[in-house]
Antibody, heavy 122, light 107 residues
């Protein structure tokens, strides 16, 4: 069974830093790209960042570029999101998601974690 | 960035009804379109990928269609567990973008 379990969320002051983790199990983690997606309270889904299966390629939303860093440790089956210079507008539930490498259908999300809440407030 | 626009933003329907949600992309995305269902306080659930392919375990009452810029999600024979918020997402190019969501409520 595919499982994605996020951790590391919490309350942080504006300008602070936080590292989120996503522990993966039930599949060969090293062969899948991964995404981070967030959802501010009462709002819709927003893509944050993506990383290729080997970690060699990364992508970021403009709103987090230069402040957030996505990484992975395939030996530990874990995805990370290092968040810095946090702002109130970064307050959200952060989800990790697995990306299935479809042969003819593109690379699409198939599984989601349960999410971890990050609150940026003084 | 590719803008995804869903309509309607909210929809009231009755158990047993059939409903259709529309998603329009600001430029062509081939069939690289996914649909997700989200219930309050829960993580999203993947329903459809490649515009019309059902994720494993998703009942056939859900169907998707479209290509290019215009897409639809249809849900047949609504049941209480289907009332949720639905999002489309384009994964044709980065940054990946979502529609604003369609809230499906019980009439």
């Amino acid at each position: 069974e595919v499982q994605l379990v996020e951790s590391g969320g919490g309350l942080v002051q504006p300008g602070g830093s936080l590292r989120l983790s996503c522990a993966a199990s039930g599949f060969t983690f090293s062969t899948y790209a991964m995404h981070w997606v967030r959802q501010a309270p009462g709002k819709g889904l927003q893509y944050v960042s993506a990383i290729s299966s080997d970690g060699g390629s990364t992508y970021y939303a403009n709103s987090v570029k230069g402040r957030f860093t996505i990484s992975r440790d395939n030996s530990k089956n874990t995805l990370y999101l290092q968040m810095g210079s946090l702002r109130a507008e970064d307050t959200a539930v952060y989800y990790c998601a697995r990306v299935y490498p479809g042969k003819y259908s593109g690379n699409f999300v198939d599984y989601w974690g349960q999410g971890t809440l990050v609150t940026v407030s003084s | 960035d590719i803008q995804m626009t869903q309509s309607p933003s909210s929809l009231s329907a009755s158990v047993g009804d059939r409903v259709t949600i529309t998603c329009r992309a600001s430029q062509g995305i081939s069939n690289y379109l996914a649909w997700f269902q989200q219930k309050p306080g829960k993580a999203p659930k993947s329903l459809i990928y490649a515009a019309s392919s059902l994720q494993s375990g998703v009942p056939s009452k859900f169907s998707g269609s479209g290509s290019g810029t215009d897409f639809t999600l249809t849900i047949n024979s609504l049941q209480p567990e289907d009332f949720a918020t639905y999002y489309c997402q384009q994964y044709n190019s980065y940054p990946i973008t979502f529609g604003q969501g369609t809230r499906l409520e019980i009439k």
